[in-house]
């Protein structure tokens, strides 16, 4: 071998020495580049403790460029309490995050060293070695206490930075003075802190110098730099980094919780995970504490779990943990490799005492409409959940930088009520750019600070807003009533989204429904229910979170606050929703809210309105006043969104607030060609310890008359379950159809009652309605008398309504002064009533103007109206209804009775129930009574039991009441659903023997005859004064359809007398050649009570041969001889019942044979008249002819007998 170097290998030195020498001389960026400079990490724990927060460091490469590499870590003391995950040869792609994390156990007190190598893949060479030490604290020793394990800055390129607050505390009794240094591992010095030393406790901000970053913030990349924080035997680092990008996480700052000792878990924060261009990035979430154990977690969590944007709650289980702080990290890790990541910290304060703030809210949520121009400004209730006095401060931010978030005031002291307001105008792209915007505020006090993230959400279709919610209720008292909150999109689009409730103190009280994961689509109704009799007086928060069914998905967070008073003035019970519905490019009717006091002394209050698209579209006026008062609610459609034009939901909120309590009213207006017709807010009154109020009937329709599968139920507040309506249930019912609501307070104390009916669409998405539901339970003074609970009209198309009266009467002592106002769902002028007011007792007149309906009375379908009555005492309603078609109920009008106080009762009254086209419609009739118990009856009666046109009889048994007025109702109810329905009025007065009254006369008038032009015979009614005094009366005639084919002469009359009633055969329907039974009524009117005589015309063939009067006379103790008539029929044979009914002198009528179907025509009834136990005077009874068929028609053949003092002349008068 020889030693002597070749002149080849003199060439390789050569040329290796030249290009080593440009290697060496080239500059960067060409020169090698290598990992960025992670420094030295520092732990502290306490001895025996737990282990402290993993610390999160970003690996990336000097010119950000993606490389493959591999983390290990390793120790060379105390064993192998360090680790780094993800770990492994190759296991990871720059810039990633890994974390490093310490499993010290009972390791001694002292000081301990380890590494982590981070090593390229593909050239070995290169290596990051990045030292750690773990301080094991001895017991006693002070120490730092745990820091955030990262600092996670990110912003949009050429983008503003955000500040971020830390919080640096000790651990043991001593002093710890402090000092920290920044550094950085590119760039220049662009971190920065607010202090570079200090004693612990101490918060600091900790900030980006953008200028000082590579590029100056114009560069995308992630930098990396570390805090330092140092105290005599200790040390502990915090790892930053920034990541600039056109796709970036937004920032999220640190949270928050305060909670005190051994007390309930805070509200859990709702942070939404999205990024600056709000591109779709999938990516997990886990959580990481240190001391306290596992008492922070985040849903939904997990490797790739999710794609932003999307919300996260955050929720911390810490009522078992000591009074002291508690570190905590939520770190956001894109599914990818390489990945982007966020590191989010939280602390926990318990508190052991003082002032500290009561759970404030876990997220306030902002929606806003693409290049809309207004955000709705939402209030948060501050106040303070321990003693003492909690003085505060509040500082906003952004993760954009953008100056679009504010709050006023900013400072304060608990309680007290901040308004938050978003500046659209400032938002990134002023309100024109797509997309999810974060902010923050930061309540801060002596010893607490907590955070309420914030989320503004831009889009086409993001959830409509929702406002924060309060309920009040009394210490020990009912609990408040359920807030009906419509789930909708801003362009009233269907998405599929779940409800969820978080409660704080209190327990789980409260709760919504439907609820669940997916349960739901856009548009819908949600009921949020309080269950809370059981809770101390005070201040309970508590969420509802709604969350996109779908990865990524939109979110809303709803505050929720519910205060329990001990005593003082509070809101009683006030609406749970108010419901507007109106038909596209109508208008909206108004609606009143009934304000009272359901405490003592003064209540002041006032009223601010919001939208959910921050439209001045929703109006309360007064604006302020003292309770007891009434607020009129409006909503002009002109202001909505598409000016009424648009269909859809929209929501908006009333808050009413007083000294010590808010609460408030959802607002719903829902505008489309199908939606529910308005149901105006109704009122119950009645005497305290007295008989219930009548039942109200109203119609649940639709604007366009369509077809909907719906469920209505009723809730109460205070008073138990005193409301019920009928038919109930989920899904039970189709429009139109007739809901009845039913009062049961007879038991109650005097007061003022709150209830609601909520009717909910079967369906998924579904349109909704509140209809609020007040009772008034007068002690004393003037109030309503029992008003009718419905009033029913009823037009073919293209004719006129007849008009309707009630008699409004005064229930109690004092004088009644009454005010009436008409209203219509669809807004149109139709309803009127006269005189709009006066002094009880009154009779009011009702119409409908059938030009002012929708359609100018052609078309065919169900329109609602209202009457609200109003005095001093109380406020009652009348649900209108008004039909309109070929195929309806023949409108029926009131009907009334008089007899005297401990009299007979009164003749019955019998009713024909036709279609309009004489078609058959199977019904139910069914009667209620209010005051006076059970002294109206029908027969036949019962669900589905008959058909058209058949006559029902209406009886009257009130031989024991007390004389008075009393009010009762039939319903009329198709058996279908959807069905048509029907109500009529029955007043029965009792009149003082000592006053001039209307003597019995007959129940009804009957005309039949085959189809011809020819008038029947007329027939004559016996008019009798069954009281002392002078008897001065009036009769008029109306037809339930226009033409007036009925004529009364004379019209006027006084005591005992006659009159003639006609019929005109060319005003009928077809001009008497029509088959069909019609209808109309006689209304003989004196000042001690009005009676009415149904009358109805039967055309057709085979009908009853209409039979005149039957008229006895005979002398005082005899009896007059039988008369026998004949009950034919124009043709064939129809089988009937034959029922002999008489009013005073007791059953002095009968007749021979009777009884169900035991006849067919022609038959001769023998007509027998028992009066020789009578007094003088004239009795009038009555023969019902009544078909046995269903349907069947009816005749009523009137029986007069006159008893005089001596034997007649002529004996008797067949």
């Known amino acids: 071998m020889s030693n002597r170097a070749s002149k080849s290998d003199q060439l390789h030195v050569f040329f290796a020495t030249i290009t080593l020498a440009l290697i060496v001389g080239l500059p960067s960026p060409l020169h090698a580049q290598t990992f960025q400079k992670v420094p030295a990490l520092a732990f502290t724990k306490a001895f025996a403790g737990a282990e402290p927060l993993r610390q999160v460091l970003t690996i990336a490469y000097t010119n950000n460029s993606t490389v493959r590499f591999g983390a290990t870590a390793s120790t060379t003391s105390g064993g192998s309490w360090l680790s780094v995950s993800p770990s492994g040869n190759g296991c990871c792609f720059t810039p990633l995050a890994i974390s490093a994390i310490v499993t010290a156990g009972n390791l001694a007190a002292g000081n301990y060293q380890g590494q982590i190598v981070i090593t390229n893949f593909s050239n070995g060479s290169i290596k990051l070695t990045i030292p750690v030490t773990l301080t094991v ?39 710890l003075n402090w000092s920290a240094t920044a550094s950085t591992a590119v760039g220049g010095s662009w971190l920065t802190a607010s202090a570079s030393s200090g004693t612990a406790p101490s918060t600091i901000t900790i900030g980006v110098n953008k200028a000082a970053l590579p590029g100056g913030g114009a560069s995308p990349g992630t930098f990396i730099g570390q805090l330092r924080f140092q105290t005599s035997g200790d040390s502990m680092t915090i790892p930053v980094a920034v990541t600039v990008g056109p796709a970036v996480f937004t920032q999220i700052n640190p949270l928050n919780f305060t909670m005190p000792f051994g007390g309930a878990n805070s509200l859990a924060q709702v942070i939404n995970i999205a990024t600056n261009n709000n591109s779709a990035i999938r990516y997990g979430a886990s ?274 606050n519910l205060t329990v008073l001990a005593g003082g003035p509070f809101f009683d019970n006030l609406p749970g929703g ?123 329709a639709m604007t366009n008359n369509s077809t909907v599968r719906f469920g209505p139920g009723a809730v109460t507040a205070k008073g138990g379950a005193w409301l019920s309506v009928s038919p109930s249930g989920n899904g039970c019912c189709f429009t139109p159809l007739a809901v009845t609501a039913k009062v049961n307070a007879s038991t109650l104390a005097a007061g003022t009652y709150t209830g609601e009916i909520i009717v909910t669409e079967f369906a998924n998405p579904g349109r909704s309605m509140t209809i609020p539901v007040t009772l008034t339970v007068a002690a004393s003074g003037a109030f309503f008398d029992n008003l009718p609970g419905g009033l029913s009209f009823s037009v073919a198309p293209g004719q006129t309504a007849t008009p309707q009266t009630i008699q409004i009467g005064n229930g109690g002592s004092g004088t009644l002064n009454w005010t009436v106002t008409p209203s219509t769902s669809d807004g149109g002028a139709w309803l009127t009533a006269t005189p709009s007011l006066g002094t009880a007792p009154k009779t009011l007149t009702v119409s409908v103007n059938v030009l002012n309906l929708p ?241 109805v015309v039967t055309v057709g063939d085979p009908v009853f041969v209409q039979r005149p009067t039957v008229t006895f006379n005979t002398a005082r103790g005899l009896n007059p001889p039988p008369q026998v008539i004949s009950v034919a029929s124009t043709s064939g044979s129809l089988r009937f019942t034959p029922i002999a009914a008489s009013g005073k002198g007791g059953n002095w009528l009968s007749i021979s044979p009777s009884g169900t179907g035991c006849c067919f025509t022609p038959t001769n009834v023998t007509v027998h008249a028992n009066a020789s136990a009578l007094a003088v005077g004239t009795y009038v009874g009555e023969i019902n002819v009544i078909e046995f068929a269903n349907p069947g028609k009816s005749m009523t053949i009137p029986v007069v007998l006159h008893v005089t003092a001596t034997t007649p002349a002529n004996g008797e008068e067949p």
């Open 137 to 175: 604290a001895a017991s006693g020793a002070t120490f730092f206490d745990d820091l955030p394990g990262k600092l996670s800055f990110s912003f949009k390129t050429s983008g503003t930075p955000i500040s971020q607050s830390i919080q640096i505390r000790k651990h043991g009794s001593g002093t």
């Open 287 to 560: 959580v990481a504490t240190a001391k306290g154990g596992n008492w922070l977690s985040i849903s939904p969590g997990g490797n790739g779990c999710c794609f932003a944007p999307l919300a996260h709650s955050v929720s911390v289980n810490a009522s078992s943990l000591p009074a002291g702080a508690y570190t905590g990290e939520i770190i956001i890790t894109e599914f990818a490799n390489p990945g982007r990541a966020m590191v989010v910290p939280v602390t926990l304060t318990v508190l052991s005492s003082g002032a500290f703030f009561a759970d404030l809210p876990g997220q306030l949520s902002f929606s806003v409409k693409k290049n809309g121009a207004t955000a709705t400004s939402q209030t948060i209730q501050v106040a303070n959940g321990g003693s003492g006095t909690l003085n505060w401060t509040l500082a906003t931010s952004t993760a954009d930088g953008g100056n679009w978030l504010s709050a006023t005031p900013t400072s304060g002291a608990a309680r007290s009520a901040v308004s938050v307001s978003v500046n659209v105008a400032q938002l990134p792209g002023g309100g024109a750019v797509t997309g999810e915007f974060l902010g923050q505020l930061v309540f801060q006090a002596s010893g607490d600070t907590t955070t309420i993230p914030v989320t503004v959400t831009v889009s086409p279709a993001a959830f409509t807003q929702l406002n924060p919610i309060s309920f009040t209720m009394p210490f020990g008292g009912a609990n408040a009533l359920p807030q009906v909150l419509n789930v909708a999109t801003l362009d009233n689009s269907s998405m599929r989204f779940g409800g969820s409730v978080v409660t704080a103190k209190g327990g789980s009280w409260l709760k919504i429904s439907p609820s669940g994961n997916g349960c739901c689509f856009t548009p819908l109704a949600i009921t949020a229910s309080v269950t809370a009799s059981t809770l101390a007086a005070g201040t309970y928060t508590a969420e509802i979170i709604f969350t996109e069914f779908a990865n990524p998905g939109r979110s809303m967070v709803v505050p929720v």
């Open 578 to 700: 108010l419901s507007f519905s109106f038909k596209t490019n109508g208008t909206a009717t108004l609606q009143i809210v009934q304000i009272g006091n359901g405490g003592t002394g003064t209540l002041n209050w006032t009223v601010t309105h919001s939208t959910g698209d921050g439209g001045d579209w929703l109006t309360a006026t007064p604006a302020s006043g003292t309770a007891a008062s009434i607020a009129t609610i409006s909503v002009t459609a002109a202001n909505l969104p598409g000016g009424g034009a648009l269909a859809g939901t929209f929501t908006g909120q009333l808050v009413f607030q007083t000294a010590g309590d808010t609460t408030t009213i959802p607002v719903t207006v829902t505008v489309g060609t199908a939606v529910f017709n308005q149901m105006n807010p109704i009122s119950f009154t009645m005497p305290f310890g007295g008989a219930n109020p009548l039942p109200q009937v109203f119609n649940i």
């Open 855 to 1095: 359609g100018g009375g052609i078309l065919a379908g169900t329109f609602d109206g209202q009457l609200l009555l109003e005095s001093a005492g109380g406020i009652v309603t009348i649900p209108v209804t008004v039909t309109v078609g070929k195929a309806v109920f023949t409108q029926v009008n009131p009907i009334s009775f008089v007899m005297p106080f401990g009299g007979p009762n009164p003749l019955p009254q019998v009713l024909s129930i036709p279609a309009a086209d004489n078609s058959v419609v199977r019904f139910g009739p069914n009667a209620a009574t209010s005051k006076g118990g059970n002294w109206l009856s029908l027969s036949p009666s019962g669900t589905g039991c008959c058909f058209t046109s058949l006559p029902i009889r209406v009886s009257v048994n009130a031989s024991s009441l007390a004389a008075g007025n009393y009010t009762g109702e039939i319903s009329i109810l198709e058996f279908a659903n959807p069905g048509r329905s029907m109500t009529v009025p029955v007043n029965l007065r009792v009149v003082a023997s000592s006053k001039a009254f209307f003597d019995n006369v007959s129940g009804q008038t009957s005309f039949s005859f085959t189809p011809s032009s020819a008038n029947p015979p007329s027939q004559m009614i016996q008019v009798g004064n069954g009281g002392t005094g002078t008897l001065n009366w009036s009769v008029s005639a109306t037809t339930a359809d226009p033409g007036k084919w009925i004529t009364v002469l004379p019209a006027t009359g006084v005591n005992a007398g006659t009159y003639t009633v006609s019929v005109t055969t060319s005003k009928l329907p077809g001009k008497g050649l029509q088959p069909g039974t019609f209808i109309g009524q006689q209304v003989l009117k004196t000042t001690t009570g009005n009676v009415t005589i149904p009358t």
